[in-house]
């Protein structure tokens, strides 16, 4: 079983920059996959970003959010910058105990979910 908490979200204005964290614990290795997700108002769950043996981010986050970790402190990250309207979400930390890359982007492959931190980014 493994358990996350993000933080870090709240309200910035458009071009500013959120940190967003995610501190798991129980069974966790440092092989295992963890990544964001985001959703925002009347809208399906997206993926955002994920971290293995390899990283993935969606396309309209290149170049403006960085995905991280720290082992020693079973911490994630994402690090925000450029923000823009469209990026106001739920924002959602993901684990899964196992390594990959194709199947990131889809949440059903995801076993363990936060419960969310609001990300609000005003025009």
């Known amino acids: 079983q493994v358990q996350l908490v993000e933080s870090g979200g709240g309200l910035v204005q458009a071009g500013g920059s959120l940190r967003l964290s995610c501190a798991a614990s129980?069974?966790?290795?440092?092989?295992?996959?963890m990544g964001w997700f985001r959703r925002a108002p009347g809208k399906e769950r997206e993926f955002v970003a994920a971290t293995g043996s390899s990283i993935a981010y969606r396309d309209s986050v290149k170049g403006r959010f960085a995905i991280s970790r720290d082992n020693a402190k079973n911490t994630v990250y994402l690090q925000m910058n450029s923000l823009k309207a469209e990026d106001t979400a739920v924002y959602y930390c993901?684990?899964?105990?196992?390594?990959?890359?194709?199947?990131?982007?889809?949440?059903?492959?995801?076993?363990?979910w936060g419960q969310g931190t609001q990300v609000t980014v005003s025009s």
């Open positions: 129980g069974r966790t290795f440092s092989s295992d996959a």
């Open positions: 993901a684990s899964q105990n196992r390594d990959g890359s194709w199947w990131f982007p889809h949440p059903s492959n995801w076993a363990y």
